[in-house]
């Protein structure tokens, strides 16, 4: 029989938002994580906000909608103001009502910027981790490191000398006719007017050079968790020093501690600088390697250099999905903001995935 098309809508709704929710939606794996880490952010927040004056968007509500935009590849803010105002499923996440009203898109930039100042992305992913510890999960022995580049929002027609000037007589100046042809562009020689903090980089030999920032990971390999993040302006020894910088963030221990790396990362200095932290160097052999049968006959070497490719499922997964392909921010400071809250909610993606198979349960 055809049903009919009823002629009037339904004025009211009597089904509550928790009924619309399918109890093995993904969301509410990652929810049972966030929620615990919330409270402990607490005291930060309330260093963020001064105790009179209009309320503000609650921040619990904020880092939910905000792990919802890189969860779901939610472009902008506008976009996500737009889903939190007809997505059922987004509201229940982050905490509104059916009839709650949604906020503008600056104010929720501007409240966004705040937690800039308070260390909430770096809080947020210790939390998580400590998700992830607390279920015996972490290995605090084998660890991989690894690097890449970000690309910068800024064009290169943005990349010119500093003294050169703003505009000229071109018919369009919001997107002016430039040729570069002839020019040699550098680091030390051109900045960019867009985004001053990024650099010119490129990949390998032959490869488009692009504004950029570096950024690297600490992986730990038993089940491939993120545990440290850096970001900087990428150079020649950007990516090692920065996997330098990674391994001195973990907490000393008795035993030696092993780092898989690809040959990029097989240097003198490198191995040198590792060693001097108590780490046994299980990197990817080079033409003119160092690395000699000491280390590489054993078991564990062979074992790190297979571990050492899940880092590329973080990047891999963070520029497909956690929108850092390109990025939507300027300024290093912020860039390293949006960087560790995107491995975070890779972390929350990966125990998700975990616990749901039965490991640390």
Same mark, same amino acid.
């Given at each position: ?7 009037? =809508? ?72 737009? !889903? ?14 059916? @009839? ?12 966004? @910027? ?18 992830? /510890? ?6 605090? %022995? ?28 071109? @018919? ?7 040729? +570069?042809? /002839? !020019? ?5 020689? #051109? =900045?960019?007017?867009?985004?001053? %903090? *990024? ?6 030999? &032959?490869? %488009? ?22 970001? $900087?302006?990428? $150079? ?33 200095? +490198? ?10 160097? #299980?990197?990817? !052999?080079?033409?003119? $390697?160092?690395?000699? &049968? ?30 850092? =392909? ?17 491995? *975070? ?17």
């Amino acid at each position: 029989m055809r049903g009919a098309e009823p002629g009037q =809508r339904v004025m009211f709704s009597y089904v509550d938002l928790e009924q619309r929710v399918p109890g093995d939606h993904p969301l509410r794996a990652i929810q049972a994580l966030v929620e615990p880490v919330l409270p402990e952010l607490s005291p930060r927040f309330a260093a963020l906000y001064a105790e009179s004056g209009r309320p503000s968007i609650p921040p619990e509500q904020l880092l939910r909608a905000l792990l919802l935009q890189v969860l779901y590849t939610v472009r902008s803010e506008r976009q996500l103001m737009e !889903q939190l105002d007809y997505n059922l499923l987004f509201r229940w996440f982050v905490g509104l009502g059916m @009839d709650a009203p949604v906020w503008h898109p600056t104010t929720f930039s501007k409240n966004r @910027d705040r937690l800039l100042a308070g260390q909430i992305a770096e809080a947020f992913f210790a939390g998580v981790l400590r998700q992830a /510890g607390s279920r015996a999960l972490l290995s605090h %022995e084998h660890f991989t490191v690894d690097g890449t580049l970000l690309e910068a929002w800024a064009s290169q027609k943005s990349f010119r000398p500093p003294d050169a000037p703003t505009s000229g007589n071109d @018919d369009d100046p919001g997107n002016p006719t430039v040729s +570069f042809r /002839g !020019q040699r562009r550098s680091n030390a020689t #051109h =900045r960019s007017v867009t985004d001053p %903090e *990024a650099r010119l980089a490129k990949k390998g030999v &032959g490869k %488009e050079a692009k504004l950029s920032y570096q950024a690297s990971v600490l992986l730990e390999n038993r089940h491939g968790l993120v545990v440290a993040t850096a970001v $900087s302006a990428p $150079s020649g020894t950007a990516e090692v020093e920065q996997a330098i910088e990674l391994g001195a963030t973990q907490a000393p221990r008795a035993g030696r501690r092993t780092l898989g790396a690809d040959k990029g990362y097989d240097q003198r200095s +490198f191995i040198t600088g590792l060693r001097g932290l108590g780490w046994t160097p #299980h990197l990817a !052999q080079g033409p003119a $390697s160092i690395l000699d &049968g000491r280390t590489t006959r054993h078991a564990g070497y062979a074992t790190s250099q297979q571990r050492r490719k899940r880092v590329e499922e973080s990047f891999g997964w963070g520029k497909t999905v956690g929108l850092l =392909r390109k990025l939507r921010h300027r300024g290093r400071e912020l860039i390293d903001w949006i960087f560790t809250f995107t491995m *975070a909610a890779y972390n929350l993606v990966r125990l998700r995935t975990l616990i749901g198979v039965g490991v640390g349960t």
